[in-house]
C-alpha cells in the first residue's frame, strides 16, 4: 500500500510534467494557426492529448487517495488522518547475493528460529528421558507429622532399571519427537530457501527492467525530443510528429515508474519471502 501511495504520487508528478509540455506545444500550434502556418486539426490534437494526460492524472490521484485509506487502516489510524510518505519512488540496485541473503535468513527469520527452538527443545527432552534409567533419590518433609506437633522426614531410592520396558517407551517416545522437529527444521529450511530464491530471482528480474529504461530509452528519448522542439521553433518537422514523440515520452516515463514500483514490491517480497503471513 505504501509503494502504491508512492507511485501514485510520483505518476502525479509526471504526468503534470508532461502536461506543461504539451501546454506549450499547444500555445506554440495556436499562435501559428491565427498566423496562418498551422492546421486546426494539430490544435485539435494537442488538446486531445491534453485531455488524455489530464484523465490519466485525475486516475492517480484517486488511486493516491485509495492507498492512504489502505495505510491508514492498516496502521489503525483515523481514515481523514494525513499521510506523508517518507520513502519516494527511487531505484538502487540490489547490493547483496543470493548466499548473504540466505545466511541473513537463517539467524533473523521468525520461522526458521522457531524451528531450530523446537528442534532444540526434543533434544532436551529426550537426554531427559535417556537419564530417566538411573537412580534417583527421593526426599521429603513434613510438618507437622503423623504426630501432633512434630516434623518428620522421608527419604527413598527410586530403582527405574527394575521396569526397563517403561524407560525404554520414554526414550523411544522422545526420540521420535526429536526425528520429527528435527525433520520439520530441514523441511522448513528447504521451504525458506526456496521462496527465497524465487523472491531473489524475481526481484532481479524487476532491477534489470528499470536498467532497461534507464540505459536503453529514456535517455534517448530525452535528447530527441529536445532535438525535434529546436527544429520545430525553426519549421522543420511537423506538429503530428513532434506530439507523438511527446506522446511516447510520457508512457515511457510511466513504464520506468512502474517498473520502480514492481521492484520495491519485489524488495518487499524478498524481505519476507517464505513467512506466512496472516
Known amino acids: 500500500a505504501d509503494w502504491r501511495a508512492a507511485f501514485a504520487a510520483g505518476a502525479a508528478r509526471l504526468l503534470d510534467g508532461a502536461l506543461g509540455r504539451i501546454d506549450l506545444l499547444l500555445a506554440d500550434l495556436q499562435a501559428r494557426y491565427r498566423a496562418g502556418t498551422a492546421a486546426y486539426v494539430d490544435v485539435l490534437r494537442a488538446r486531445a492529448e491534453k485531455a488524455r494526460?489530464?484523465?490519466?492524472?485525475?486516475?492517480?490521484?484517486?488511486?493516491?487517495?485509495?492507498?492512504?485509506?489502505?495505510?491508514?487502516?492498516?496502521?489503525?489510524?483515523?481514515?481523514?488522518?494525513?499521510?506523508?510518505?517518507a520513502t519516494p519512488m527511487s531505484f538502487a540496485p540490489l547490493a547483496v547475493g543470493m548466499g548473504e541473503l540466505w545466511e541473513k535468513a537463517r539467524s533473523s527469520r521468525p520461522s526458521l528460529r522457531s524451528a531450530a527452538l523446537r528442534?532444540?527443545?526434543?533434544?532436551?527432552e529426550a537426554k531427559q528421558a535417556g537419564l530417566g534409567r538411573l537412580p534417583d533419590l527421593l526426599a521429603g518433609f513434613s510438618l507437622p507429622s503423623v504426630r501432633t506437633n512434630a516434623w518428620g522426614m522421608s527419604f527413598g531410592l527410586s530403582l527405574p532399571f527394575l521396569r526397563p520396558a517403561r524407560a525404554r517407551g520414554a526414550e523411544m517416545e522422545t526420540g521420535a519427537g526429536q526425528e520429527r522437529a528435527r525433520l520439520d527444521a530441514v523441511a522448513r529450511e528447504r521451504s525458506v530457501r526456496a521462496a527465497l530464491e524465487a523472491a531473489y530471482a524475481a526481484a532481479k528480474a524487476a532491477e534489470e527492467q528499470v536498467r532497461v529504461f534507464e540505459r536503453d530509452l529514456l535517455g534517448d528519448l530525452e535528447d530527441e525530443l529536445r532535438l525535434q522542439c529546436e527544429l520545430f521553433r525553426f519549421g522543420k518537422?511537423?506538429?503530428?510528429?513532434?506530439?507523438?514523440?511527446?506522446?511516447?515520452?510520457?508512457?515511457?516515463?510511466?513504464?520506468?515508474?512502474?517498473?520502480?514500483?514492481?521492484?520495491?514490491?519485489?524488495l518487499a517480497d524478498l524481505e519476507a519471502a517464505g513467512e506466512d503471513m496472516p
Open 53 to 85: 494526460l489530464r484523465n490519466q492524472a485525475l486516475e492517480q490521484e484517486k488511486e493516491g487517495v485509495l492507498a492512504r485509506l489502505e495505510l491508514n487502516t492498516l496502521l489503525a489510524r483515523p481514515a481523514d488522518e494525513p499521510v506523508e510518505l
Open 119 to 124: 528442534r532444540d527443545l526434543a533434544q532436551a
Open 237 to 266: 518537422g511537423t506538429a503530428f510528429e513532434l506530439l507523438d514523440l511527446q506522446r511516447t515520452l510520457a508512457l515511457a516515463e510511466l513504464e520506468h515508474l512502474k517498473a520502480v514500483f514492481l521492484y520495491g514490491v519485489a
